[in-house]
């Protein structure tokens, strides 16, 4: 997955305040998905691999 979608699932829960199951039937990821990038703290590129 490309930056701009993990950020975009990040923006979705933080500044839209959607739910994570609203994130993953908007952008069409797994529910974990959404949460892993909702929640992602450390952006570094190592840190997003995990």
Do not use: C, H, V
């Not at 701009?4 to 305040?17: A, V």
């Not at 990821?29 to 190592?46: G, I, L, N, V």
């Amino acid at each position: 997955m490309r930056m701009p979608q993990k950020q975009y699932i990040k923006d979705l829960y933080e500044i839209e305040g959607n739910s994570l199951r609203e994130i993953a039937r908007i952008t069409g990821q797994d529910f974990r998905t959404a949460q892993k990038y909702a929640y992602q703290e450390d952006w570094r590129p190592e840190a997003l691999s995990a």
